[in-house]
């Protein structure tokens, strides 16, 4: 069975503080991506990678920054939480060729207080 | 422009009903074609891929025009299950592009 895990399913921060949030997969796929979901706006690309120690911005990464030192592990940090960063994380993986399924992690509640 | 979009909703239909989405797209590169499904609370989970010749998948159709640079989702004989947020997928280069998703409450 395919998976992909969060660390989190909830996570409260205070302004200010530097956070992670941890994504691994095991279907040892090339791409995962960071989105962000908010009412209305539906999910918006933060980052991506397509391998290791690559990177690629989305829609929307100001604030945001990203690490992929292992193939199975894609990290998002918020360097320096705020309240409009409230929001729900989703993580996905997908292989590289196209017309392949994404599959998502189950999804971080973020509240910076 | 946005890359994808679509009409949000929520569309309320009977059980029984035949309802259809619509979602358009800006990148006229794009190769690859999907819709969504969401239930509340959960993560997207993929409905079906789109092809260019169309596909059908039991009560599901989906249809591509390139022309006009729209995808269609087509569902027939509306279950009360099938209420969710249908969010289409377009992959123009390595990056998925979502849309904001339509919403369907299928009614008893």
């Known amino acids: 069975d395919v998976k992909v895990t969060q660390s989190s399913r909830y996570l409260v921060k205070r302004t200010g503080e530097k956070v992670f949030l941890e994504c691994v997969q095991d279907m040892d796929h090339e791409n995962m991506f960071w989105y962000r979901q908010d009412p209305g706006l539906g999910l918006r690309l933060i980052y991506f990678s397509y391998d290791v120690k690559m990177k690629e911005k989305g829609d929307i990464p100001e604030g945001y920054s990203v690490s992929r030192e292992k193939k199975e592990r894609f990290s998002l940090i918020l360097e320096s939480a705020s309240t409009n960063q409230t929001s729900m994380y989703l993580c996905a993986s997908s292989l590289v060729v196209a017309n392949t399924e994404a599959f998502f992690g189950q999804g971080t509640r973020l509240t910076v207080v | 422009r946005k890359e994808v979009e679509q009409d949000p909703g929520p569309f309320n239909v009977p059980e029984g009903a035949t309802v259809a989405f619509n979602c358009t797209y800006s990148n006229s590169a794009s190769q690859s074609f999907f819709w969504y499904r969401q239930d509340c609370r959960k993560e997207p989970k993929l409905l079906m891929s789109?092809?260019?010749s169309g596909n059908e998948d039991g009560r599901f159709t989906a249809q591509l025009n390139r022309a006009s640079q729209y995808i269609s989702l087509l569902i027939r004989d509306s279950k009360l299950s099938d209420s969710a947020t249908y969010l289409c997928?377009?992959?123009?280069?390595?990056?998925?592009?979502f849309g904001t998703g339509t919403l369907l409450a299928v009614q008893p």
């Open positions: 997928v377009v992959l123009p280069t390595n990056k998925l592009i």
């Open positions: 789109v092809y260019s």
